[in-house]
């Protein structure tokens, strides 16, 4: 029943939660009553029932090899699933809610089975590796200001969730293939400013190492405000120049954007 998960979670408190409050109390920082501190434990101790709750649930959507089925409400981590952006044999994206800053952003989920296994590590690895740069050359920026500074999706994590590789991203406006399908081509100014975005990224990744290897409409996406900057995303098809192979000069880019000669 409830009391036995009540106990086992009030067991769990991570003891970071006494230590902050007390913490802050000492500091003089944040005006926290004792009332205040025990609805926040208590808040933490009711969500964490919810988890222990939802979490044989959560097992038999995600163990098993496959696509992970998102639906909203679900639980990922600290994300909240809020709806479905797109899917496809990869997997799906969905757009999430982050429980503790209320920031809405973007949870790629690659399916499990194992023909999709090596290219989700291989994927998880470039992304870190872009991650590690990004945050060791921000100096006094912050990271996701130097991913749109070099028009790149900005990527905020990679984690494996029930054997799920997902790659937690910055949400962004629609992609280009999806406003050429609603509203036809685009001017030539409008091409010109496009290029020279994408060309930036691709830039930025080659600097480093990286090919991209699937650049296409659908690949590329707009900012969530203005629809005026574009951004490079989705490192499915990604590697390093440096680990390049048969395999990798086979597979790169979707076939319909292939060039002649790849």
């Known amino acids: ?25 000492w500091r003089g920082g944040v005006a926290l009553t004792i009332d205040e501190v025990m609805d926040w434990m208590v808040t933490d101790v009711a969500d ?11 097992e038999a959507q995600a163990s098993h090899a496959g696509q992970f089925k998102a639906v909203p409400e679900t639980r990922i981590r600290n994300l909240v699933v ?41 994927e998880q690895d470039v ?11 921000r100096g006094r920026s912050t990271i ?10 900005a990527v905020l994590g990679a984690f494996t969730y029930y054997k799920h590789t997902c790659i937690h991203m910055e949400l962004c406006g629609p992609d280009l293939y999806s406003i050429i399908k609603r509203h036809g ?26 090919v991209h290897a699937d650049i296409k409409p659908a690949n590329i996406l707009t900012d969530l405000d203005t629809r005026q ?8 098809c ?15 880019v979707t076939r319909w954007y292939r060039a002649p000669e790849v």
């Not at 964490?48 to 959560?58: L, P, T």
């Not at 001017?187 to 060309?199: E, F």
């Open 82 to 122: 809020m709806g479905s952006i797109g899917a496809g044999a990869y997997g799906n994206v969905v757009r999430v809610l982050n429980r503790w800053s209320g920031r809405m952003s973007a949870l790629k989920i690659i399916n499990s089975s194992q023909e999709f296994s090596q290219s989700a590590q291989d």
């Open 185 to 210: 081509r685009f001017p030539l100014s409008t091409l010109r400013v496009i290029a020279k975005h994408v060309l930036t990224a691709i830039a930025w990744l080659h600097s480093h190492g990286i």
């Open 229 to 236: 900057k574009f951004y490079v995303a989705d490192y499915g």
């Open 144 to 153: 996701e200001k130097n991913f749109k500074f070099n028009h790149l999706c």
């Open 127 to 137: 992304v870190k590796f872009i991650y590690t740069r990004m945050n060791s050359a």
């Open 238 to 252: 990604a590697y390093m120049s440096s680990s390049l192979s048969m395999y990798a000069i086979e597979y790169a």
């Open 48 to 58: 964490r029932v919810v988890d222990i709750n939802h979490h044989k649930m959560m």
């Open 1 to 25: 029943g409830l009391r036995p998960a009540f106990n086992r979670c009030l067991w769990r408190l991570p003891a970071r939660i006494y230590i902050m409050a007390a913490v802050m109390r």
